[in-house]
T-cell receptor, first 116, second 112 residues
Framework: DAGVIQSPRHEVTEMGQEVTLRCKPI?????LFWYRQTMMRGLELLIY????????DSGMPEDRFSAKMPNASFSTLKIQPSEPRDSAVYFC??????????????FGSGTQLSVL | TQLLEQSPQFLSIQEGENLTVYCNSS?????LQWYRQEPGEGPVLLVT?????EVKKLKRLTFQFGDARKDSSLHITAAQPGETGLYLC????????????FGAGTQVVVTP
């Protein structure tokens, strides 16, 4: 199994530019999560999907952030326009959540985003 | 707001020494998980504890869930350099349908 695949691994952009992060979850998993990790705030849940439907986006910082999951094998997180405070490592994780089961997350290697 | 407080924030020990990392909260969790994250990688799940008072062992790692399901500890016996990493606890929020709250983590460095 290839695991959760994220691209790009590193992204450097200028303030105001659009940034798109990509994620391919583990095949067969029905839930997908986007997290952001910073030294100050640790790992924060931004949004999660179940069966391609957004369930909880309360962690999305503001309207500049949007996420889509057009099918079971692909998701994007878009920031437009980007700002320096968006600099962080963005992780995608997937799981095979079965009701009343305990969530077991499998994380990708992350995208290191630097907004100058 | 961090629901889960981890301590200490940083721990540096010599190979062969023991260490304990703590994860505390005022909230009750349905379950609690421990992850280890190495530089440049995502967190990797080590264990899940579900029942209050539960103790799980994974080689030289011992995980304990508090009786009230509000706190947990991770103890490593005779730590090895390969166990260097950021240790994260994550609590499953009751009735949140799988949503996890992560602590800030404890950075553990084991030197040869």
């Amino acid at each position: 199994d290839a695991g959760v695949i994220q691209s790009p691994r590193h992204e450097v952009t200028e303030m105001g530019q659009e940034v798109t992060l990509r994620c391919k979850p583990i095949s067969g998993h029905n839930s997908l999560f986007w997290y952001r990790q910073t030294m100050m705030r640790g790992l924060e849940l931004l949004i999660y999907f179940n069966n391609n439907v957004p369930i909880d986006d309360s962690g999305m910082p503001e309207d500049r952030f949007s996420a889509k999951m057009p099918n079971a094998s692909f998701s994007t997180l878009k920031i437009q326009p980007s700002e320096p405070r968006d600099s962080a490592v963005y992780f995608c994780a997937s799981s095979n959540l079965i009701q009343v089961d305990v969530e077991k997350l499998f994380f990708g290697s992350g995208t290191q985003l630097s907004v100058l | 707001t961090q629901l889960l407080e981890q301590s200490p924030q940083f721990l540096s020990i010599q190979e062969g020494e023991n260490l304990t990392v703590y994860c505390n909260s005022s909230s009750v969790f349905s379950s609690l998980q421990w992850y280890r994250q190495e530089p440049g990688e995502g967190p990797v799940l080590l264990v899940t504890v579900v029942t209050g008072g539960e103790v799980k062992k994974l080689k030289r790692l011992t995980f304990q869930f508090g009786d009230a399901r509000k706190d947990s500890s991770l103890h490593i016996t005779a730590a090895q350099p390969g166990e260097t990493g950021l240790y994260l606890c994550a609590g499953e929020i009751t009735d949140s349908w799988g949503k996890l709250q992560f602590g800030a983590g404890t950075q553990v460095v084991v030197t040869p």
